[in-house]
């Protein structure tokens, strides 16, 4: 659960829970203006200060988490509504108890308090000055706030790195490929430069996120011999740096999708062939693919199904080793589909000739 349900929310924009949304806006303002962490002093203080008051402010200006608030705060007893209109919120708040009014208004006082002597502080128009900085602030779009240039160095923000799935052949894997992936980048609003609101508003480009999203395109080569789960490292094609930070990199994480016939056990390639009855018992040359295209392989008299050769050489290469697996194909003996009836006649005279007992020792042992 966010911290916010534990914070007098109202006290904190210095205003009663009873009021209204522009209330709340004008507090908002009121309170940005002291503590803009460009317009104060860039500390950690006013940086907290602000966070603060926004959050306060965003809670209060959503209907819907306002309300949720409230009732965990046991502000109103109006645990079935939402309301609609702040108009109903207020006439609720009004027939309910008044325990919080008290916390509110002493706040009001110190907060009006705190003000006074800020303005005591300072020369005659100063809060003439301030309007005219928060205002240069709050709408300046592109172009950098000239009354700002007192303010400290921002600190430099690293890029975020970018983490991306990229699903390959086989075939593409053995040989290499070239894939154009789009990639999402997470970037500052440009409306709003990540500062989410512009006069005490939510930023209307990026819904008061401060980020913005954007697809952007790169070609990746690909080698030859990438193995499932290998890493690719883009340096700098992450998501931008700010104030002189770093890009983030972009990592493509390969996937080789699955082969019917061919599968991967380290830099072994691993299938199965079907052989007919009769190449098991005669032996043959039969031809088997290979991740590099087709070879002869020799059967020899007396094959059984399951049994296993290896192709030397025939697998995937060491990326670092550059020493290339084997193929490994295991034999099953498949009996054709469609038999003539002189092939079945062939079998039957093999049938009657044939004296042996292949089951006769089954359970002898
Ligand atoms: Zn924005």
């Given at each position: 659960m966010n911290k916010y349900y534990q914070k007098d929310l109202y006290a904190i924009l210095g205003v009663s829970a009873d009021s209204d949304e522009t209330k709340i806006k004008a507090a908002y303002r009121k309170q940005a203006r002291k503590w803009?962490?460009?317009?104060?002093?860039?500390?950690?203080?006013?940086l907290d200060r602000f966070k603060e008051i926004t959050e306060a402010y965003e809670v209060?200006?959503?209907?819907?988490?306002?309300?949720?608030?409230?009732?965990l705060k046991g502000i109103h007893?109006?645990?079935?509504?939402?309301?609609?209109?702040?108009?109903?919120?207020?006439?609720?708040?009004?027939?309910s108890n008044n325990t919080t009014n008290?916390?509110?208004?002493?706040?009001?006082?110190?907060t009006s308090t705190s003000q006074k002597e800020h303005k005591e502080n300072d020369k005659s128009s100063f809060s003439q000055v301030f309007e005219s900085i928060l205002d240069g602030i709050f709408t300046s779009g592109t172009e950098p706030n000239n009354s700002n240039k007192k303010a400290k160095k921002p600190k430099p923000e690293n890029g975020r790195d970018i983490n991306l799935n990229v699903n390959i052949k086989m075939s593409e894997a053995i040989s290499g490929t070239h894939r154009t992936v789009n990639v999402l980048h997470s970037e500052r609003c440009p409306k709003c430069e990540g500062r989410r609101f512009i006069n005490g508003a939510k930023c209307p480009l990026?819904?008061?996120?401060?980020?913005?999203?954007l697809h952007k395109k790169i070609n990746v080569k690909?080698?030859?011999?990438?193995?499932?789960?290998?890493?690719?490292?883009?340096?700098?094609?992450?998501?931008k740096g700010y104030n002189g930070g770093k890009n983030g990199d972009l990592y493509l994480f390969i996937n080789i999708e699955e082969n019917k016939f061919f599968k991967y056990e380290g830099n072994n390639v691993v299938c199965e062939i079907p052989i007919t009855p009769f190449e098991a018992v005669l032996g043959a040359n039969i031809d088997v693919p290979t991740i590099c295209g087709s070879v002869s392989m020799k059967i020899p008299a007396n094959?059984?199904?399951g049994q296993k050769f290896r192709l030397s050489g025939q697998g995937i290469e060491d990326q670092k080793s550059k020493k290339k697996g084997d193929q490994i194909v295991t034999v099953k003996i498949e009996i054709p589909?469609?038999?003539?009836?002189?092939?079945?006649?062939?079998?039957?005279?093999?049938?009657?000739?044939?004296?042996?007992?292949?089951?006769e020792n089954l359970i002898n042992d």
């Amino acid at each position: 659960m966010n911290k916010y349900y534990q914070k007098d929310l109202y006290a904190i924009l210095g205003v009663s829970a009873d009021s209204d949304e522009t209330k709340i806006k004008a507090a908002y303002r009121k309170q940005a203006r002291k503590w803009h962490p460009d317009v104060n002093d860039n500390s950690q203080e006013s940086l907290d200060r602000f966070k603060e008051i926004t959050e306060a402010y965003e809670v209060l200006t959503d209907a819907q988490k306002r309300s949720q608030y409230d009732i965990l705060k046991g502000i109103h007893s109006r645990k079935e509504t939402v309301y609609s209109t702040q108009t109903q919120a207020k006439k609720a708040y009004e027939k309910s108890n008044n325990t919080t009014n008290t916390t509110a208004s002493s706040t009001k006082k110190e907060t009006s308090t705190s003000q006074k002597e800020h303005k005591e502080n300072d020369k005659s128009s100063f809060s003439q000055v301030f309007e005219s900085i928060l205002d240069g602030i709050f709408t300046s779009g592109t172009e950098p706030n000239n009354s700002n240039k007192k303010a400290k160095k921002p600190k430099p923000e690293n890029g975020r790195d970018i983490n991306l799935n990229v699903n390959i052949k086989m075939s593409e894997a053995i040989s290499g490929t070239h894939r154009t992936v789009n990639v999402l980048h997470s970037e500052r609003c440009p409306k709003c430069e990540g500062r989410r609101f512009i006069n005490g508003a939510k930023c209307p480009l990026c819904k008061g996120t401060g980020e913005v999203s954007l697809h952007k395109k790169i070609n990746v080569k690909i080698p030859a011999g990438i193995k499932k789960g290998a890493k690719i490292r883009l340096a700098n094609e992450g998501n931008k740096g700010y104030n002189g930070g770093k890009n983030g990199d972009l990592y493509l994480f390969i996937n080789i999708e699955e082969n019917k016939f061919f599968k991967y056990e380290g830099n072994n390639v691993v299938c199965e062939i079907p052989i007919t009855p009769f190449e098991a018992v005669l032996g043959a040359n039969i031809d088997v693919p290979t991740i590099c295209g087709s070879v002869s392989m020799k059967i020899p008299a007396n094959t059984s199904t399951g049994q296993k050769f290896r192709l030397s050489g025939q697998g995937i290469e060491d990326q670092k080793s550059k020493k290339k697996g084997d193929q490994i194909v295991t034999v099953k003996i498949e009996i054709p589909k469609e038999l003539s009836n002189e092939e079945i006649k062939l079998y039957e005279q093999l049938k009657n000739l044939s004296k042996s007992k292949i089951r006769e020792n089954l359970i002898n042992d």
